[in-house]
């Protein structure tokens, strides 16, 4: 069943003893970070959300670390398991024709729900229960100053919508947003990424203004699908409303001719112009290391619009695990299917949190022909933002990817640098402080797949060293007489 809003998820969430309300008062400066900071990387049992109830300089409590956990971002898109987010797109994405009757019915029925769940308007939303346009002001909101060299404070989990100036389609992006001055921030689009397209449209037809709105809040797979790297013209609400299994509820903006979550908790209404640009960060940033300071477009606020006692939700990023790992791993698990469509000899996939995203991405295959794991490789290089991928490594389709140990060994045996390492250049992240220029560098793939007779191997490649089921299963019978424990 959807969350209606943000209010339901944290009682979910506290129902489930994964949320802490925080009464002491804290500070929006630094300090809500180190504390989220050692719960997100503590054990277990304390990686819990957090509802900072009192939080300096302003009346509204802070949830953060909602995501924060593989439970809670399941419980964020109400599945049993992230997992079932792939199988339930793969049952929508089999493309092979019903056999009879109850299986046509059947597809009919999966291709109807679809069709159900678009974003649909509404008149008016508990968003704009608060209206400013005259004087909007940031200064009540508890934006967090996350690390010490940050140049300010930034907004972090926010749902940022724009629409192409030329076609019209709304695009719904997860980009941060520092704070200039009460009425002003800086917008952090990337440049591969929707909102910075939009802005280059908006040069080309020659537009002075781009309107966009900043929604904070919502049902949490609205929150979610802003950061899912979805092809460009697919609308993200379209996205949630299907995670959903109900269609995202919109409200006109009261500023700008955008739509926003009826249901969010904060709206910021603005304009960007295309042809401005000022000098945003230092950021810290999900790698682990500052982002620099670079010249980024800026947000001019002419609204913004509230529930009358709104919640702040917001994340912060650092060196991982973090909460942005989990929903990037959310990511991971939807899209494997779609990557399975272009590439139907994968077999699995994991992004591990030590590669932050982009930096790694380990992948294993059905291996049959030569060249096999290289065109896996190329192939991933030209899926959307997996062009950004640092480092790719293929292993066979019983190595378990998601175990870095068996990886690490995998790759460290099988695989000679010179045969088997793959080096390219073409895009890489913005946020890759190690490429010698700006936006593109050098990436490497690398084959850890054993080698045979096709592959042009002429040696006799080692068997794995295993145990004789027959034994394995005597010592199971035997074991409590060894008296080991």
């Known amino acids: 069943m959807a969350y209606q809003d943000l209010r339901e998820f944290i009682a979910r969430l506290e129902a489930e003893g994964e949320l802490v309300r925080v009464r002491a008062q804290v500070d929006p400066e630094l300090e809500i970070t180190e504390i989220t900071d050692r719960v997100s990387k503590g054990p277990a049992e304390r990686n819990k959300a957090l509802l900072f109830e009192h939080v300096r300089g302003s009346d509204m409590p802070v949830l953060i670390n909602a995501f924060g956990s593989r439970r809670r971002m399941a419980l964020a898109l109400d599945v049993d398991d992230l997992d079932e987010l792939g199988r339930r797109l793969a049952a929508l994405l089999d493309l092979s024709l019903p056999q009879n009757w109850g299986e046509k019915f059947g597809k009919l029925g999966q291709l109807l729900d679809v069709a159900r769940i678009g974003p649909r308007t509404v008149r008016n939303g508990p968003c704009q229960e608060v209206v400013e346009t005259q004087n909007p002001s940031l200064a009540g909101l508890p934006i967090l100053k996350c690390w010490p060299l940050d140049a300010g404070r930034y907004i972090t989990l926010p749902s940022v919508i724009s629409r192409d100036p030329r076609s019209r389609r709304r695009n719904v992006g997860m980009y941060r947003l520092q704070v200039f001055d009460e009425r002003t921030l800086g917008m952090h689009w990337q440049l591969h990424k929707g909102g910075a397209e939009h802005e280059r449209v908006a040069h080309d037809i020659g537009a002075e203004r781009i309107p966009v709105a900043v929604a904070l809040g919502g049902d949490p797979a609205v929150i979610w699908s802003g950061s899912a790297p979805l092809p460009p013209d697919m609308d993200e609400f379209l996205l949630a409303g299907w995670l959903r299994g109900k269609p995202v509820e919109l409200v006109a903006c009261v500023s700008q001719p955008l739509e926003v979550p009826a249901n969010a908790e ?42 009358k006692d709104p919640i702040y939700p917001t994340t912060i990023v650092g060196r991982p695990p973090m909460e942005d790992y989990w929903m990037g791993k959310a990511t991971e698990r939807l899209f494997l299917p779609l990557i399975k469509l272009f590439l139907p000899e994968v077999v699995d996939i994991n992004m591990p949190a030590e590669g932050v995203f982009h930096n790694l991405v380990i992948v294993s295959i059905k291996k049959r022909y030569p060249g096999q794991a290289r065109k896996v490789m190329y192939g991933l290089w030209g899926l959307g933002l997996l062009m950004l991928a640092k480092a790719i490594v293929v292993v066979d389709a019983d190595v378990d990817v998601h175990n870095l140990s068996e990886v690490a060994w995998r790759v460290t045996n099988n695989i000679d640098a010179a045969r088997d390492c793959v080096i390219v250049e073409g895009p890489v992240d913005a946020l890759d402080h190690a490429a010698p220029r700006p936006n593109y560098g050098a990436k490497m793939g690398i084959d850890a797949t054993r080698k045979g007779p096709l592959d042009g191997f002429q040696r006799t490649w080692p068997p794995d060293i295993i145990m004789s089921a027959e034994i394995k299963a005597l010592v199971d019978q035997r074991w409590s007489e060894y008296g080991i424990g």
């Open 266 to 307: 904060i709206v910021i209404e603005g304009y960007v112009d295309p042809n401005e640009r000022r000098s945003e960060g230092p950021f810290g940033d999900h790698t682990g290391y500052y982002s620099l300071a670079e010249p980024y477009p800026v947000l001019h606020i002419t609204a913004i619009t509230r529930r």
